[in-house]
């Protein structure tokens, strides 16, 4: 079965205090890997989608690579408005997405 | 605006009840999601239709049911509601899957 472990679950930042969140992954034929940022009370909202080990995508002050195990989202001097849940999900065999449980991220001013 | 729609955004029923959600996905995207998303699960999937049909089912219960019109609009059915029920309910689109989805605002509902 797709598995999916984000880490940490909860991280908060100062302004500029740059840093990574972690997704391990267990699949069976990865399709692609997907990172999403939810805001509360809101849908996720796609960020990336990786398809292979080594690959690595950037957006504003986010960047997504991947491993054959896991990915990681950097994030480069976060300000306060990237405060949000940053959500991974994985696509194996089947076309349905299986999501780790988040982590929540704060940045203070 | 992502481009699917999901009505309503709240719901608020009594324990027993029926309620069903309703989703019109983005212009173009012939498959539909449903997830389940609660405080401690995180986003479950409960089915997936393709241009009318079932194509996979999760953890979807046997009081929950779905379907797909032919306007591609999808319908998610929960009977006999209890108070675990209680959750965000999200749906989905896509066009070609491996490209991600793109997900509705979700509906709220509450069971009393």
């Known amino acids: 079965e797709d598995q999916v472990t984000q880490s940490p679950e909860a991280l908060r930042l100062q302004e500029g205090e740059s840093s990574s969140l972690n997704c391990s992954y267990t699949v069976s034929g990865l399709r692609g890997l997907f990172w999403y940022r939810q805001d509360p009370g809101k849908g996720p909202e796609f960020l990336f989608t990786l398809y292979s080990a080594g690959e690595e995508k950037e957006k504003e002050r986010l960047k997504a690579t991947l491993t054959k195990k896991e990915s990681f989202l950097h994030i480069t001097a976060p300000k306060p408005e990237d405060s949000a849940t940053y959500l991974c999900?994985?696509?194996?065999?089947?076309?349905?997405?299986?999501f780790g449980k988040g982590t929540k991220l704060t940045v203070n001013p | 605006d992502s481009g699917v729609t999901q009505t309503p955004k709240h719901l608020i029923t009594a324990t027993g009840q029926r309620v069903t959600l309703r989703c019109s996905p983005r212009?173009?995207?012939?498959?539909v999601y449903w997830y389940q998303q609660s405080l401690d699960q995180g986003l479950q999937f409960l089915i997936q239709?393709?241009?009318?049909?079932?194509?996979a089912k999760g953890n979807i219960l046997e009081r929950f049911s779905a379907q797909q019109f032919p306007d591609l609009h999808s319908e998610l059915n929960l009977s006999s509601l209890e108070l675990g029920d209680s959750a965000l309910y999200f749906c989905?689109?896509?066009?070609?899957?491996?490209?991600?989805?793109?997900f509705g605002s979700g509906t709220r509902l509450t069971v009393v």
């Open positions: 239709y393709y241009n009318g049909e079932e194509r």
């Open positions: 999900a994985v696509q194996g065999g089947s076309e349905k997405l299986v």
């Open positions: 989905a689109s896509s066009a070609i899957s491996n490209y991600g989805y793109t």
């Open positions: 212009s173009g995207d012939l498959s």
